[in-house]
């Protein structure tokens, strides 16, 4: 009786972690061979399933990809989006923890991979840029954008234009993963050194003389 008991919620709990077994198996094998190489049929012999398993879960190795960056990228800019929901006194600090917080988040060796898959594919699946600019992009640009409109009605930021700023504020950061992981320049620099520089920066730029002082 125990054995009839135990065993349905054993094959439930394996059921329930197949998505993510199949996710991380895929991205294995992206980092490995890349996208364009890797076949379903790897993915599924990698995460120990049949080819057929594999699509009782995910329709296609395009939705596979779409669906680690729903894993591993969405969750930091909904939690970047909700730092600028939150009212703060301080608009500096508001944009530094947003930044300092996704940065480390980002710079998860199960996650950081993602982006540099979707920037290599982009030119070949033009889909996959269009779904990372609607999910990731545009949900992270109203949400620094809403941080800077704050620092400025405040004035503790000058009345900079926010829709341009926003380039400087996030194109630092892309630039920086395009040189260390697309044309292999590399940096001593840790994450966190990067980030603290990239916003020392950034504030002298933005920061009104008075707000400097403070």
Do not use: C, W
């Not at 930021?157 to 292999?184: C, D, K, M, Q, Y």
């Not at 940096?187 to 920066?201: C, G, R, V």
């Amino acid at each position: 009786m125990a054995m009839s008991q135990t065993t349905p919620r054993k094959f439930r709990r394996r059921a329930e972690a197949r998505p993510d077994e199949l996710l991380d198996a895929a991205l294995d094998l992206f980092i490995e061979k890349g996208f364009a190489a890797t076949r379903v049929e790897d993915i599924a012999k990698r995460a120990g399933l049949s080819k057929g398993a594999v699509y009782l879960y995910y329709e296609s190795k395009e939705a596979i990809l779409e669906a680690l960056v729903r894993r591993g990228v969405v969750p930091i800019v909904a939690s970047v989006a909700e730092m600028g929901r939150m009212a703060s006194p301080d608009p500096r600090k508001s944009i530094e923890m947003a930044i300092v917080q996704a940065g480390q988040r980002m710079a998860d060796p199960r996650i950081a991979p993602i982006p540099r898959i979707i920037l290599a594919e982009a030119g070949r699946y033009p889909h996959f840029a269009e779904m990372y600019r609607e999910e990731v992009l545009n949900v992270a640009f109203a949400a620094i954008t809403g941080m800077l409109n704050a620092g400025i009605e405040a004035g503790a930021f000058r009345p900079v234009n926010p829709e341009l700023a926003i380039r400087s504020v996030i194109g630092p950061i892309v630039t920086h993963i395009l040189l260390g992981h697309i044309f292999g320049v590399k940096s001593a620099a840790s994450p966190l050194e990067f980030l603290a520089t990239h916003l020392d920066i950034l504030f002298n730029g933005l920061l009104t003389p008075e707000a400097r002082d403070v």
